[in-house]
């Protein structure tokens, strides 16, 4: 029964929803503040979940079933890693060998989720929009687990998040070393990336493509959609987090962190252009794997 | 007011229109409605690109012969409830076009028209007071 309640409620669904909704309305409210305008109240990304759910949902000429089904699949895979990664914080031992590859599997679901609900809908905006995300996954996802395996050599060949954890604990973050900074740096973009977030959105492009991948969606299915980015904003700091700057893991250091590594997040989201699909895959596999692969080369020569 | 229209008068997400003849004041009038000075996304308002996803249909331009069977293909298309919203006297009733050889009727002989916000163009205060009054209409008795 802890299970179900660790799963639905803390750190899991409602937790990490409502977090997840307050972090999205920070986004909103940087924005607008550095856009010179007031922005909107914090209640705002509940009312518009409130609404979406009240609204008609509309069902394309495609395929039905796999239309329906790819939101939950999102929302599910991102509760999943939500939960495993609170309970990391609360107690690093009770963690599994092996979890960091779940993780790093579950974390490719939401946009895989994204994909097929988008194919499904049969409209030709939304498979430009599909072949885009399919390039920027494969863009971003090199560079991440090269980075990733830099965190894994520097805390002794380990592939259990509590161990990496528990590392950190004892003899300071790993982004004290130069080969660990330098893969946060990496992590940081490639987060970027994954959050859909300028300078890397061209998938949901909104003026040139109408919204892309979500064209069709509509109703509480687009709820469920926005919900879960707003759960990845949510998550994929506080991966980072565990992964380079668990030196100290009290919650107000950890709050701290957080706040920091999304006030950064917005801060590249609002001052910068959007790239093309062909830049930024040239960017992810040129620079920026060069930077990790120097990352990785420094961490087995022991810096 | 049941909570379904209460949290829709609080989060209204916008999908602008321009039908056929129109010389984009207008538009630039909506536009300036985003800007600092007005800034409509404190109240909620958000621009969104695609039809599925909005909750308002902002329509400038006198009708067209080519855009009338758009416009009444994209309000049928928008999620219900929905609110249509004519702004500028060339979607009220043609304005100055009423006369031409390209614009076959009014707007709301078309589609079902909410809000018709009058000016040539209009300031965005009156665009503000339109969507006022609008909100006090649900809260009125809908």
Redesign the interface.
């Known amino acids: 029964m802890m299970i179900l309640f660790n799963y639905l409620v803390f750190p899991g669904f409602l937790f990490s929803g409502v977090v997840g909704l307050i972090a999205s309305w920070i986004d909103?409210k940087v924005t607008?503040r550095v856009?010179?305008?007031?922005?909107?109240?914090w209640y705002?990304n509940f009312?518009?979940f409130?609404?979406l759910m009240?609204?008609?949902?509309?069902l394309p000429r495609g395929d039905k079933a796999t239309f329906l089904f790819a939101p939950f699949l999102g929302l599910i895979s991102i509760t999943l890693v939500a939960t495993i990664i609170g309970k990391l914080f609360i107690n690093p031992a009770e963690s599994f060998i092996g979890d960091l590859i779940v993780v790093l599997y579950l974390l490719i679901i939401p946009a895989i989720a994204i994909i097929l609900g988008a194919s499904a809908s049969s409209n030709p905006l939304a498979s430009i929009g599909v072949s885009r995300e399919m390039k920027l996954v494969l863009a971003y996802e090199l560079p991440f687990i090269l980075a990733i395996a830099t965190v894994i050599i520097k805390a002794s060949t380990t592939i259990k998040l509590g161990e990496i954890v528990t590392y950190q604990l004892n003899n300071g973050a790993i982004l004290g070393s130069v080969s660990g900074l330098i893969a946060f740096i990496v992590a940081i973009l490639c987060m970027q990336a994954k959050l859909g977030l300028v300078p890397f959105d061209a998938s949901e492009a909104?003026?040139e493509?109408?919204?892309g991948v979500?064209?069709?969606?509509?109703?509480f299915l687009?709820a469920i959609f926005k919900l879960m980015k707003s759960m990845l904003l949510y998550v994929m700091p506080l991966f980072l987090i565990s992964l380079f700057w668990a030196a100290n893991i009290s919650i107000y250091s950890l709050l701290g962190k957080y706040v920091l590594l999304l006030v950064i997040v917005i801060l590249v989201k609002n001052t910068s252009p959007r790239l093309r699909i062909d830049q930024a895959l040239k960017f992810f596999w040129g620079p920026i794997t060069a930077l990790a692969v120097i990352a990785v080369v420094l961490a087995l020569l022991g810096k | 007011m049941s909570?379904?229209l209460k949290?829709?008068t609080?989060?209204l997400w916008v999908f602008h229109l321009c039908v056929g003849g129109s010389c984009n004041n207008c538009d630039i009038e909506i536009l300036d409605l985003l800007t600092?000075r007005y800034?409509v996304?404190?109240?909620?308002i958000m621009l969104?690109?695609?039809i599925?996803?909005a909750?308002m249909l902002l329509v400038t331009g006198s009708l067209t012969y080519k855009a009338a069977a758009r416009a009444k293909r994209l309000y049928e298309?928008m999620?219900?409830?929905g609110i249509v919203v004519a702004v500028g006297s060339c979607a009220l009733g043609r304005g100055i076009f009423k006369d031409g050889y390209n614009t076959p009727c009014p707007l709301d002989e078309l589609i079902p028209v909410d809000v018709y916000i009058p000016g040539c163009p209009p300031k965005p205060e009156a665009m503000i007071a339109g969507i006022v009054k609008l909100v006090e209409k649900f809260r009125g008795g809908k």
Do not use: C, N
């Open positions: 909103r607008a856009q010179w305008r007031v922005g909107p109240p705002q009312v518009d409130l609404k009240g609204k008609e949902v509309t909104e003026q493509i109408m919204a979500f064209i069709e969606y509509s109703g687009l | 909570l379904k949290a829709l609080k989060s600092p800034d996304e404190r109240f909620g969104v690109g695609s599925r996803h909750d298309q999620p219900k409830p």
